[in-house]
T-cell receptor, first 117, second 111 residues
């Protein structure tokens, strides 16, 4: 159980375009979802925390107008990278936390590799 | 920085040997978790240890936590080639459910 999917698994886009990444919890309801980005051979950096039905909370240094997060339902959160630039190329990973989890264990998606040309 | 530090950054061992990796963090925590990541993939949760626990076992994994030193270690015994991956520790803020990841240890197990 506790499966999280991401779509697409990889995407290549031109500079200036916007890209939407979906994160879904398949077999549980996720009251909270998290978005991370990871550069090659580096750790995961938390970008934002999103709670269903409310605005996302962004970490310091993350542009909220650049990375739009929507958590419209208990099983879906989306990250839209607006006006993408080559420096936005990265591995984006979401995770989801069940509202019933007392241990704060997060279930991670398989990631989305974004390449901006 | 929000990240913890892990050492070593890279570790290469022979199959059958034990692998130990360490994680240090900066602020008080409620719990610490270890994750594994195969190259270019998502993360797999390995083990969670709470701040009031000192040691925890799961199969070939042994995790220790020393809150006075703000450090944790992950021991993988009798390593296998399939254990080759990056290993990250993750700590909570102490007041919420956000996690901050350490810098990671890249483990290579040579068959």
């Amino acid at each position: 159980g506790a499966v999280v999917s991401q779509h697409p698994s990889w995407v290549i886009c031109k500079s200036g375009t916007s890209v939407k990444i979906e994160c879904r919890s398949l077999d549980f309801q996720a009251t909270t979802m998290f978005w991370y980005r990871q550069f090659p051979k580096q750790s995961l950096m938390l970008m934002a925390t999103s709670n269903e039905g409310s605005k996302a909370t962004y970490e310091q240094g993350v542009e909220k107008d650049k990375f739009l997060i929507n958590h419209a339902s208990l099983t879906l959160s989306t990250l839209t990278v607006t006006s993408a630039h080559p420096e936005d190329s990265s591995f984006y990973i979401c995770s989801a936390e069940s509202g019933h989890s007392a241990s704060y264990e997060q279930y991670f998606g398989p990631g989305t590799r974004l390449t901006v040309t | 920085s929000q990240q913890g530090e892990e050492d070593p950054q890279a570790l290469s061992i022979q199959e059958g040997e034990n692998a130990t990796m360490n994680c240090s963090y900066k602020t008080s925590i409620n719990n610490l978790q270890w994750y594994r990541q195969n190259s270019g993939r998502g993360l797999v949760h390995l083990i969670l240890i709470r701040s009031n626990e000192r040691e925890k076992h799961s199969g070939r994994l042994r995790v220790t936590l020393d809150t006075s030193k703000k450090s944790s270690s992950l021991l993988i015994t009798a390593s296998r080639a399939a254990d080759t991956a990056s290993y990250f520790c993750a700590t909570d803020r102490g007041t919420g459910n956000q996690f901050y990841f350490g810098t990671g240890t890249s483990l290579t197990v040579i068959p």
